[in-house]
């Protein structure tokens, strides 16, 4: 079978998208003919996004008016040709940079093209839900303070989970320093239209913001803006490496899904993102009835002192119950033709957005409370929904990380051969290991594998979790 007539065929099994793209493949909103009848290359009167000056100028100088950036490209690339482009602008090679531990791995392919010497920041961890919390700005300080020599701060908010750091007092500070902030916003192109979503991180001060509008709004994958707005950088230095790191040929497809999404933005977002709020609400509302699965929820992100939280994405939790995440997972795909976004070992995650459908909350809301029913917990006499919620807790926990060695450029640079994971302790990884979905590394390579790695990592495969970076599903490859 080849892969159009394959998506034509899943476009009709009626399974409820609870991931990206943010369109949810809901044709009422985002209708569109044949694409092949629109699809041109730069001729007379279509400009060029690599020296626009007509309607693709246009288009991105509405697009940052709406964001409130003074400069703004289109990206075809995804958020990835936006990081790369923005991180190449303001480093030179071999510079030091701050970066969030928690970052995706398209952020360290810029350090390893840009031979960057990284400084990490670490996330808070919490623990209730196994996921990485925000960073804190005392961190960053400290950081700042040790590193005057560091020429850009990288971090990443929203989280995949869309848990936010405080970008504003980070900017403030990274500001005084004199030192740039670039924020990978992939998942918050939706933020800052409504007031029950944060503002996004262009209002808050930081000085480059990279949105995937695919993740959280209705555009075609791969469609990204990113966005200038500082005095720190120049906009022709991003233009510039945006022409390296974008295709001589964007689709004007892609750059014309961008601009029906931010003229959609424009005429309708309060209407749009009013009743996409309610219907979350009135979801969180109904799944208070669950006993053992969890949902987190803005409560718990306060109460765990996280800066603050967005709301559309769903971590649903079945941790301290009798099954794990991919169970769960495979019984809402399975069971009740609902295909989430993510799996990991405690949890799955949904991803809403104002495209989502009355019908489809309801259809997940059935569902969890009907698989809810069914689950037991651990401990006798235990009620894990209360003691957990009472238990959520953030920790920093910088020991889980692995120690760096050499940098990243110089462990892939280096020879390499494969071990056994169960027999790699000590050896420096010469490879990213990571979860797909969400891609940060578990690993990066020139960092040393520890005991913790390799019984976290045996623990991921046990759990049906997929683990890129190995080779025949248990060998790792390692400097020599
Ligand atoms: C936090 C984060 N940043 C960047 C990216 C890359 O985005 P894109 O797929 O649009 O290139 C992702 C993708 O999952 C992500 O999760």
Redesign the pocket.
């Known amino acids: 079978m080849n892969l159009y007539k394959k998506l034509l065929e899943y476009s009709k099994e009626g399974i409820y998208p609870m991931h990206m793209p943010g369109h949810k493949r809901n044709v009422e909103m985002a209708s569109m003919i044949n694409p092949y009848s629109l699809d041109i290359t730069e001729i007379e009167g279509f400009d060029n996004l690599h020296s626009a000056n007509e309607i693709l100028l246009e288009g991105m100088n509405r697009a940052a008016y709406l964001y409130g950036s003074s400069y703004t490209n289109y990206l075809v690339?995804?958020?990835?040709a936006g990081?790369l482009a923005g991180i190449a602008s303001c480093t030179k090679k071999g510079d030091k940079v701050i970066v969030a531990r928690n970052s995706?791995k398209?952020v360290y392919n810029a350090i390893y093209l840009n031979e960057l010497k990284p400084v990490y920041v670490y996330p808070k961890q919490i623990d209730s839900f196994g996921i990485n919390g925000d960073i804190s700005t005392d961190d960053v300080k400290d950081l700042l303070e040790k590193n005057p020599d560091a020429k850009l701060i990288i971090i990443?908010s929203p989280t995949?989970e869309g848990i936010l750091s405080d970008i504003k007092s980070i900017s403030e500070l990274s500001h005084r320093y004199g030192v740039p902030l670039l924020v990978?916003e992939?998942?918050g192109a939706h933020l800052g239209f409504h007031k029950d979503f944060p503002d996004n991180s262009i209002k808050a001060g930081a000085d480059i913001v990279i949105h995937?509008l695919?993740?959280t709004l209705p555009a075609f994958t791969?469609t990204?803006l990113i966005h200038i707005n500082s005095k720190l950088i120049s906009y022709e230095t991003v233009k510039r490496y945006l022409s390296i790191y974008q295709t001589s040929s964007p689709s004007y497809l892609l750059m014309a899904s961008i601009e029906q999404c931010i003229t959609l933005l424009e005429r309708e977002s309060m209407e749009l993102f009013t009743s996409f709020f309610n219907e979350l609400d009135m979801f969180h509302q109904r799944m208070g009835q669950l006993k053992y699965i969890k949902i987190m929820n803005k409560d718990d992100v306060s109460r765990i002192g996280c800066f603050d939280f967005e709301p559309s994405k769903l971590t649903i939790s079945v941790k301290d119950t009798n099954i794990n995440g991919n169970k769960l997972y495979n019984l809402l795909l399975n069971e009740y033709n609902i295909q989430m976004e993510m799996v990991s070992d405690n949890y799955v995650l949904g991803m809403t957005s104002i495209c989502d459908t009355h019908e489809g909350f309801i259809r997940l809301g059935n569902a969890l409370l009907d698989i809810d029913a069914t689950l037991k917990n651990y401990l006798k006499n235990y009620d894990i929904y209360n003691n957990n919620r009472n238990s959520l807790s953030s920790n920093f926990k910088k020991e889980i990380y692995p120690e760096i060695i050499i940098s990243s450029y110089e462990a892939i640079e280096k020879e390499s051969n494969m071990v056994k994971l169960s027999e790699s302790m000590d050896h420096i990884a010469a490879e990213y290991i990571y979860l797909y979905?969400?891609?940060i590394p578990l690993l990066v390579p020139g960092e040393q594998i520890s005991n913790q790695m390799i019984s976290d990592i045996t623990n991921f495969l046990k759990n049906g979790l997929t683990v890129h970076g190995l080779y025949e599903g248990q060998n790792i490859k390692v400097v020599s």
Request: aromatic content about 4%; charged content about 10%.
């Open positions: 690339g995804g958020s990835t990081i995706h398209s990443t995949y990978d992939a998942h995937s695919h993740k791969q990204g979905p969400p891609g």
